[in-house]
T-cell receptor, first 110, second 118 residues
Framework: EDQVTQSPEALRLQEGESSSLNCSYTVSGLRGLFWYRQDPGKGPEFLFTLYSAGEEKEKERLKATLTKKESFLHITAPKPEDSATYLCAVQAGGFQKLVFGTGTRLLVSP | DTEVTQTPKHLVMGMTNKKSLKCEQH?????MYWYKQKAKKPPELMFVYSYEKLSINESVPSRFSPECPNSSLLNLHLHALQPEDSALYLCASSQDGLRREGNRGKLFFGSGTQLSVL
C-alpha cells in the first residue's frame, strides 16, 4: 500500500532560523512527489512537483529536494508569513489520485 | 481567473436534512475533485470527475452523491448524514487527469465548506 509519512508533526522556529521538513514515502512506481501549503481554514496551495531522485525546486525561501525514499522541504531564514501546514503527496494507483501525508504544522515567531 | 469557488463556506445541518455543496471554476479545467478533511488530518479523496464523467469513487457512502452538470460546476448532494461526517469538504480542479508531466499533482483547491452535522 502506498504510504506517506511526514515529520515532525509540528515545528516552531524563530524568524530567521532555518530548518527542514521531512516526507518519507513508500509507493510502487513513483510518478511524482508534490508539496502543498495549507493555511488555516483554506484549501491546500500547490508549491512544487518533483519527479526523480536528485531533483530540486526552489521558490523564495523554500527549496524541495527528492531522494529515492524521501523528500525534504528546506526553509531558509523563515518569516512569520511562512507559518502554515506543509503537506506532501504522491500519485498513487491511477494518475488522478493523490495520497497526502499528515502534514507538518510550522509556526514561525517574530 | 485562477480561483475555485465553493459555497457555502459554512453549513450546519441535521441528520434528516438534505443539502448541497457547490463548486465552480473558470480555468477551463476538465477534471474536478471532492476531498474530505478532518481537523489535523490530510485531505482524503472522495470523488473524481474527468470530462464530466465520474472516474473515481473511493467507496464513499451513498449519503454523499456527486454531480457534475458541466465542466465548470461540481456539486455534492448530502442526505441523512451522520455527526462523524462533520469535516471540511474541499473541491479541487486540474487541467486534465494529472497525467501530463507538467500538470502532475497540480490541483487547484477551493477554500472549502466547513460542514457540521448535528
Amino acid at each position: 500500500e502506498d504510504q506517506v509519512t511526514q515529520s515532525p508533526e509540528a515545528l516552531r522556529l524563530q524568524e530567521g532560523e532555518s530548518s527542514s521538513l521531512n516526507c518519507s514515502y513508500t509507493v510502487s512506481g513513483l510518478r511524482g512527489l508534490f508539496w502543498y501549503r495549507q493555511d488555516p481554514g483554506k484549501g491546500p496551495e500547490f508549491l512544487f512537483t518533483l519527479y526523480s531522485a536528485g531533483e530540486e525546486k526552489e521558490k523564495e525561501r523554500l527549496k524541495a529536494t527528492l531522494t529515492k525514499k524521501e523528500s525534504f522541504l528546506h526553509i531558509t531564514a523563515p518569516k512569520p508569513e511562512d507559518s502554515a501546514t506543509y503537506l506532501c503527496a504522491v500519485q498513487a494507483g491511477g494518475f488522478q489520485k493523490l495520497v497526502f501525508g499528515t502534514g507538518t504544522r510550522l509556526l514561525v515567531s517574530p | 481567473d485562477t480561483e475555485v469557488t465553493q459555497t457555502p463556506k459554512h453549513l450546519v445541518m441535521g441528520m434528516t436534512n438534505k443539502k448541497s455543496l457547490k463548486c465552480e471554476q473558470h480555468m477551463g479545467h476538465r477534471a474536478m475533485y471532492w476531498y474530505k478533511q478532518k481537523a489535523k488530518k490530510p485531505p482524503e479523496l472522495m470523488f473524481v470527475y474527468s470530462y464530466e464523467k465520474l472516474s473515481i469513487n473511493e467507496s464513499v457512502p451513498s449519503r454523499f452523491s456527486p454531480e457534475c452538470p458541466n465542466s465548470s460546476l461540481l456539486n455534492l448532494h448530502l442526505h441523512a448524514l451522520q455527526p462523524e461526517d462533520s469535516a471540511l469538504y474541499l473541491c479541487a480542479s486540474s487541467q486534465d487527469g494529472l497525467r501530463r508531466e507538467g500538470n502532475r499533482g497540480k490541483l487547484f483547491f477551493g477554500s472549502g465548506t466547513q460542514l457540521s452535522v448535528l
